[in-house]
């Protein structure tokens, strides 16, 4: 069986030009990548000058390594874990039932005189 050579990708703009992706992406390795985050487009971190400080391979390499905060399959036999606290239950109060306020009585409309007018009343007031 013979492998198959990869594919170049290229894509076709939509101005109709063909662009090879991989080709451009080889071509801007090495230029600084926009934003804060002081690497180029490869991915090695830069430092001031934009110099290599930490390579791509170191920077995946630490990565990968196994968090700090991650279970470990074998238990620890040196440590024993402390007893659970168990609070004691609390009595349940019955609920008072709850108050009936009477209703207010209504209050009169109060009729507003020219000088009590005030916002958009007193602009609208010449208007009719």
């Known amino acids: 069986m013979v492998a198959k050579?990869?594919?170049k990708r290229m894509y076709k703009t939509m101005q109709g030009r063909m662009v090879d992706i991989e080709k451009l992406r080889a071509a801007n390795e090495s230029v600084q990548a926009?934003?804060?985050m002081n690497v180029n487009a490869r991915g090695?971190?830069?430092g001031p000058g934009g110099q290599i400080v930490t390579p791509k391979e170191t920077v995946?390499?630490?990565y990968y390594e196994q968090p700090k905060g991650m279970v470990s399959d074998t238990p620890n036999k040196g440590k024993t874990m402390p007893a659970p606290k168990?609070?004691?239950?609390?009595?349940?109060?019955?609920?008072?039932p709850p108050k009936t306020v009477a209703p207010s009585p209504k209050k009169e409309?109060?009729?507003?005189?020219p000088s009590e007018?005030?916002?958009i009343d007193a602009a609208l007031e010449g208007l009719e």
Not at 86 to 96: D, H, M, N, S
């Open 60 to 62: 995946i390499k630490k």
């Open 117 to 119: 007018k005030k916002g």
């Open 109 to 113: 409309a109060v009729s507003k005189t």
């Open 34 to 36: 926009v934003g804060n």
């Open 5 to 7: 050579a990869p594919r």
């Open 86 to 96: 168990v609070e004691p239950q609390k009595t349940i109060q019955k609920a008072a």
């Open 44 to 46: 090695d971190v830069l």
